[in-house]
């Protein structure tokens, strides 16, 4: 992967996957572009960007739309012809559990925007960017070297799996999400841009909690090894950090 952005690069999966990435793709990967709302406040990633000069922190609030096009231009001036190999839509956010008699209409609506609307409309400023990189990489078979994108989604997402209820907003904007990566990878699919929603487990993140079974450094390598994996097959799915296909 020549190029990879990833948004929420702050904290949690977002900047483990930066820190992986770095740590094992450092001569691989010519660019890395890390997005979050305030890079002035995003320390560790600030140290990490002037140790690697692949590294580029990008200022993205995900729900500022009229950015977008300024975003997949400042992108746009580094990758030049290459276009973007890997788009990873990991910003979101999550409402306490929630059941039905407290759930609120604001807690859905931004679950929703965040969740869900933002991902879907940066991946569609990020086409231009795709299909170039797709066309660059022509040789290679359908994936994540050639040109994909990634949807950070969750098994609370998944409606056949929901044996518990609650959740009201996230598991109705991860749900949503899904349906936005089936309906991108029928879209994309002439453009040979490969699009996939992934569960990275429960990990100890601020969003996932300290009662989460997994560490961030157990859980980001085997999401990276799952990028170098992913193919054709894996078109318009639905899959767990460590392979696993997860039902919808």
């Known amino acids: 992967m020549k190029s990879i952005l990833i948004t929420g690069c702050n904290r949690g999966i977002g900047l483990g996957l930066v820190h992986h990435l770095l740590k094992s793709s450092n001569t691989a990967t010519s660019n890395i572009f890390a997005t979050c709302r305030n890079p002035q406040q995003a320390e560790e990633l600030t140290s990490l960007a002037q140790k690697h000069s692949n590294l580029k922190i ?105 044996q518990q209820g609650g959740y009201y907003p996230y598991r109705c904007s991860k749900a949503s999400l899904n349906a936005i990566t089936r309906s991108l990878s029928f879209d994309l699919k002439e453009d040979k841009v490969l699009v996939v929603s992934i569960h990275p487990g429960w990990i100890k993140t601020d969003m996932g909690g300290k009662q989460a079974p997994l560490e961030i450094d157990q859980a980001v390598p085997q999401i990276i090894q799952l990028f170098s994996n992913i193919s054709q097959s894996h078109n318009g799915g639905f899959y767990q950090y460590d392979g696993k296909q997860l039902p919808w």
């Open 58 to 162: 990008l200022q993205l609030d995900v729900k500022n739309f009229d950015s977008y096009n300024d975003i997949v231009k400042q992108v746009q001036d580094v990758v030049g012809d290459g276009g973007l190999n890997l788009l990873v839509n990991n910003a979101g956010v999550s409402s306490k559990f929630t059941r039905v008699n407290l759930v609120k209409a604001d807690q859905m609506t931004d679950n929703f925007l965040v969740n869900s609307v933002a991902p879907l409309m940066l991946t569609k400023a990020f086409i231009p960017l795709l299909k170039q990189a797709s066309k660059a990489n022509e040789s290679l078979p359908l994936g994540c070297s050639r040109a994909a994108v990634i949807n950070i989604s969750s098994i609370l997402g998944s409606i056949a799996e929901n």
